[in-house]
């Protein structure tokens, strides 16, 4: 398995920006796709972005297309998550995944290894 490690969350105003950074650890990275979700209180879990480890192919929920931008930096095994124009909406508990799936089609349940999470909250 992989161990994935987030860092980055905080508070930003409404129209601000964070960049996530998850680390991973262990054997054959090359070998997983990798996944950000966020979570808030009472709700599923949801996908935010994917990609593939080499970062050639991404994929992003609709809400966050055009504002968010996930990315891969193979050297140092580490996977980002630059947000921008952040909104109130935005606010939740941010995972990084890793999935041995096809990240392409890889659904929440096809991730095997998850981090602790990191809060992100925006204010207005």
């Known amino acids: 398995q992989v161990q994935l490690v987030e860092s980055g969350g905080g508070l930003v105003q409404s129209g601000g920006s964070l960049r996530l950074s998850c680390a991973a650890s262990g054997r054959m990275l090359s070998d997983y796709g990798m996944g950000w979700f966020r979570q808030v209180p009472g709700k599923e879990r949801e996908f935010v972005a994917s990609?593939?480890?080499?970062?050639?192919?991404?994929w992003y929920a609709a809400s966050v297309k055009g504002r968010f931008a996930i990315s891969t930096d193979n050297a140092r095994n580490t996977v980002w998550l630059q947000m921008n124009g952040l909104k109130l909406e935005d606010t939740a508990v941010y995972y990084c995944?890793?999935?041995?799936?096809?990240?392409?089609?890889?659904?929440?349940?096809?991730?095997?290894?998850w981090g602790q999470g990191t809060q992100v909250t925006v204010s207005p």
């Open positions: 990609t593939t480890w080499s970062g050639d192919s991404t």
């Open positions: 995944a890793a999935t041995r799936d096809d990240v392409s089609i890889a659904t929440r349940s096809d991730y095997e290894s």
